[in-house]
């Protein structure tokens, strides 16, 4: 069977086991094949993260694809069709660990570039990849490093489209133009520990903790908008109980998360928290951890020469969405940035026998480089 060039690198990448952070060698792959086409590579690496910066040209505007090297654990082994990092292709499938999440997108990615740029040499602009092997981890020590290193060096970045898995039925039906802000919690609620016969002598803080959450949960924090829906708060996590069914425990302790719109900031949020805990006279102890705030890319340039590309290559319209979940654009998109995120169908990511379509794949190396077109051209 002829395999198309973007899907061959796709098998490559995914054939490099690069669990998070672990990167393999996967930026090298990367980094080697944009060489001849007269990128040059930075790497920048912090702590056990590695990360690159690739890029050619040195005017603006600077159109920047970002994405990650890294994948998440790929579960028993054995439970998949095919070895997770086999790269395996039937029918119209390729399956594997990063499939979908995304190293079809940074072969996409990869090869539009290449073929932009040879087509287009006298094209306007800049281009550059900003990858990192730390999106599926903390995420503390990828992309969030490497955006303040170029804010330090005045890298102005213009545009980014972020190979996220987008798509929901195939690719380009739907593109990411913003994300909610997530912050999550970890609460301890104090009382006494005794025994469940005398609990006029113990505090039970379970019952405090279950009070407290039902008040959490009654919270309408905003109603949406017309970009995003409406801020909720999940609890993740319970834990109290020294193992007996006879002793009072002396702590409680809750994990919670809310994925918030741009009508609430993180600060609110945690004064609303709070200030209940407090009117409750709850002794408690809180941390606080904000994964990132929320943004919004609205109809411009970059989304509209995106719809443009998509509707060229694929004849379909594309559906802006929020939903989901936090991707590395948040780190990004505060320094002025239009960022989008288009990838392939996200059905299957960090699931058994994850899967890319290898046409999507195909048809995505060409929207990426129509996306190039349009704003480069």
């Not at 740029?117 to 550059?128: D, F």
């Not at 006029?200 to 407290?212: G, K, M, R, S």
């Amino acid at each position: 069977m002829l395999v198309d060039k973007t899907v061959e690198l796709s098998q490559r990448l995914i054939k490099t086991e690069s669990v998070t952070p672990n990167d393999g060698g996967c930026l090298q792959i990367i980094a080697d094949c944009l060489h001849t086409s007269g990128f040059t590579t930075e790497y920048l690496p912090f702590d056990d993260v590695s990360n690159a910066w690739i890029r050619k040209g040195s005017e603006a505007p600077l159109f920047v694809f970002a994405g990650h090297t890294d994948v998440v654990p790929t579960g028993p082994a054995a439970e998949w069709k095919f070895p997770p990092f086999s790269a395996t292709i039937e029918n119209d499938l390729l399956y594997g660990r990063g499939a979908a999440d995304m190293k079809s997108a940074i072969a996409a990615m990869t090869i539009a570039c290449e073929e932009f740029v040879q087509e287009n040499p006298t094209h306007k602009g800049s281009i550059a990849l900003l990858l990192t092997s730390d999106e599926e981890g903390p995420a503390i020590n990828g992309t969030v490093k490497v955006v303040e290193k170029l804010q330090q060096d005045d890298v102005k970045i213009d545009y980014c489209l972020v190979g996220e898995p987008s798509s929901t039925n195939a690719v380009g039906d739907v593109i990411k133009n913003g994300r909610r802000g997530s912050i999550g919690a970890h609460l301890i609620v104090n009382g006494k520990q005794g025994h469940v016969a005398y609990p006029h002598l113990a505090i039970n803080p379970i019952h405090i903790l279950v009070d407290a959450l039902a008040a959490f949960t009654a919270i309408e924090w905003d109603r949406g908008n017309q970009h995003f829906p409406a801020t909720t708060l999940q609890v993740s996590n319970i834990k109290a109980g020294t193992g007996a069914d006879n002793v009072i425990p002396g702590s409680a302790e809750v994990w919670f998360n809310l994925r918030f719109s741009t009508e609430i900031n993180a600060e609110e949020i945690q004064l609303r928290i709070e200030e209940i805990l407090k009117s409750k006279n709850i002794d408690f102890d809180i941390h606080w951890r904000l994964s990132g705030n929320p943004f919004l890319t609205p109809e411009g340039k970059l989304v509209n020469a995106c719809k443009q590309a998509i509707k060229s290559v694929t004849q379909r319209e594309t559906e802006l969405s929020t939903a989901g979940g936090t991707s590395d654009g948040r780190f990004i998109a505060p320094t002025g940035a239009e960022v989008v995120e288009l990838g392939v169908v996200n059905a299957s990511i960090h699931q058994i026998d994850e899967h890319a379509s290898i046409s999507d794949i195909t048809q995505l190396k060409n929207i990426y480089k129509q996306v190039l077109a349009n704003i480069l051209c």
